[in-house]
Nanobody
Framework: QVQLVESGGGSVHTGGSLRLSCTGS????????IGWFRQAPGKEREFVAL????????YYADSVKGRFTISRDDTENSSSLQMNSLKSEDTGVYYC???????????????WGQGTQVTVSA
């Protein structure tokens, strides 16, 4: 089991950028696939991006492809999500999650952070 803490959320205008970070503890971080998900008010939590262990596989939701970049630094037990060209529809609570397998569904991930709010306004 790994404990995850997100940081870096905030409020930006449309077209702006934010960098989210996820720091893990209590487990061997390098073994985990790290996924980023988001949840807008009144909507289900949705997949944003994932990076498999050793960065063997990286995958993005179509809605963020070309704008978001996921990375990891296993020496720091961390993952980052660089978000550029933000749109109002990117608003939501962003969560990082860890899985010992690979998947795009929330059920594929056992360990979750508390989330960090991202608000994009015109």
């Amino acid at each position: 089991q790994v404990q995850l803490v997100e940081s870096g959320g905030g409020s930006v205008h449309t077209g702006g950028s934010l960098r989210l970070s996820c720091t893990g503890s209590g487990g061997i971080f390098s073994r985990y696939t790290i996924g980023w998900f988001r949840q807008a008010p009144g909507k289900e939590r949705e997949f944003v991006a994932l990076i498999a262990w050793a960065a063997r596989r990286i995958y993005y939701a179509d809605s963020v492809k070309g704008r978001f970049t996921i990375s990891r630094d296993d020496t720091e037990n961390s993952s980052s999500l660089q978000m550029n060209s933000l749109k109002s529809e990117d608003t939501g609570v962003y969560y990082c999650a860890a899985a010992l397998t690979y998947g795009l569904r929330t059920d594929d991930y056992r360990d979750w952070g508390q989330g960090t709010q991202v608000t994009v306004s015109a």
